[in-house]
């Protein structure tokens, strides 16, 4: 297994390198390389756009007779994704891009362009100056008094905002500050006085129900009288004299005894409407002027003398 990771070749001790033959292969052979589109072309046949960064499996070939500073200059040729014409691009050391050669056109280079037209403008310029000393004064003359409108107008133009205004732009942040929390503070203020309004009219509305409530409601049932004790009347002070209407609700206390009689038997003398004994009498008569604490004790006597009996 290690053999074949060797790094060092084994050379016999009559290994001539010049001995080996070497391969005569043409000078324009090409390779088969991988690479990416340099730049936006367009396809002549079909019109097909191929972007830049699109990978072709390209052949490569050295140009011939075309050398830059010793450089060699490449040539590829890819294919049309849709039509698969051939077209062929190679590249410019001079410039470090690449130059269009046959089969598409080549986008957006307004740019190079415009870096070739100054260029052409400025050789130009050097060619008519290096054999004319009175164009050389003219263009001088030219692109100083260029210079000079240039500065003029500068000059103005610094004068002209110099003149206009002096922004400070801290001022300006504070008092955008400043509004801000004024601004902040009133919007505060006014929800401050909008609840406060929002409060005053749900407690007044609460007020009213209130008002309106008492007045509808029923009133209240009268607390029951205390009913005095049944031994009170025994602690009044006995009086006179009564009025009439005195008299007759004390007449419900006064329960009249009924007499009751025995019958007698045959050896017993006594008549039958006679009365019994003293006991057994009738009831105390009562009189106008008595009270009626002297009424409760007759009452209560009665009782008494009909229990003993």
Known sequence: MSERKVLN??????FDPSKIPKLKLPKDRQYVVRLMAPFNMRCKTCGEYIYKGKKFNARKETVQNEVYLGLPIFRFYIKCTRCLAEITFKTDPENTDYTMEHGATRNF??????EEEEKRVQKEREDEELNNPMKVLENRTRDSKLEMEVLENLQELKDLNQRQAHVDFEAMLRQHRLSQEERQ???????????????????????????????EAVPAAPRPAVRPSPTAILHEVPKTKRKADGRAQLAGLVVVKKIKTQAEGPGQGKAPGAPQSGTEAGPVPQTPGASSLSQLGAYGDSEDSEGSS
Do not use: F
């Open 185 to 215: 503070q009133q919007q505060q203020e006014e929800d401050e006085r909008e609840t406060a309004a929002l409060l005053e009219e749900a407690r007044r509305g609460r007020l009213l129900e209130d008002s309106d409530s008492e007045d």
């Open 9 to 14: 070749k084994y050379y016999p001790p009559d």
């Open 109 to 114: 280079q307004a740019e190079k362009l415009l």
